[in-house]
């Protein structure tokens, strides 16, 4: 089995390098709906064992959970939530640790597994599942982690560009992995560094970033430290065999316009669990630069029941 059909690759390729305009989805069956009144936009609070949790529920209809990338704020979700709740109850929240989510107990030692356990604790909590989960960078490893941990909560997985695999050294092209270097730095200059990397390498163009608002950066400049020193050190990240990333439908993108070495990783891993991977017209984080093409991309998905 093929990983990608080349013409397929080629063409997703042609079309967002020259207008980031692929905007199509597609349309399945539609499964039962929840039978649960909308919820407003407004925030919540919610305690769930150690973790007193933000999230923000909103909609009607079947689950879907948006989770955070490294940043963990849900406030890039936005647009993204709004658009799904016309037909889908959306929940997305504050990662443990950042923003307006406390702490976990002994956050020094995290792992990607645990975090997936807490989101599990928290849906459960809120009355919800099975859900269609969706996560891009880090929150695409935890999602792949619920998948392979917590089946019974996942009726399937939408992934972008998922975290944590190894990386590809390719002699003479590969730039200083400057984020291994990351927790070794002082507080200031990991605010630095991320600030450039996520405003002007993950986003194909700066402007949706910005318009996160003043509010969202604040929150962030906290939340960049807390990334590099409790997610980018050795043993935090799941490794997954083949089996494990078929136990619910996965769905997996890359970005268009994500450099290839970088994307390059999440094709290895797709190829060797022979899995097919497509492509969304973006960089690394789809739901900021590309929400309205995002929620088609999974509304098509999570319709498939």
Sequence with gaps: MSLVNRRTFIAGVAAAAGAAAARSSAVAGQPTRVNRPPRGDIGSHKRVDEIDWYY??????????????????????????????????????????????????????????????????????????????YGCSSGGHIALCLGAEHTAMVRQLIVHEAAGFPRIAVAGVTAPDVMSTLPSLPDAEIVRICKERFRNELNEIPGPWDALGEA??????????????????????RT???????????????GALTPAQRAVTNVIAARDARLDIGLLPCRHFPQVTIPQVLAEHIGAVARRG
């Design 216 to 237: 969202f950066h604040q929150r962030l400049e906290r939340d960049y430290v807390t990334w590099a020193r409790r997610y980018l050190v050795p043993g935090r990240w």
């Design 240 to 254: 997954f065999a083949s089996a494990d990333l078929h136990q619910r439908p996965l769905t997996w993108t890359v």
């Design 56 to 133: 923000e529920l909103t909609g009607n209809g079947p689950v879907v959970v948006l989770i955070p990338s490294g940043e963990g704020d849900c406030g890039s979700f936005q647009k993204v939530a709004t658009s799904l709740a016309a037909e889908f109850t959306v929940l997305t929240f504050d990662m443990p640790g950042f923003s307006r989510t406390s702490d976990p107990a002994d956050f020094e030692h995290y792992t990607m597994s645990r975090a997936a356990g807490e989101i599990a604790a928290l849906v459960k909590s809120l009355g919800l599942g099975p859900a269609t989960v």
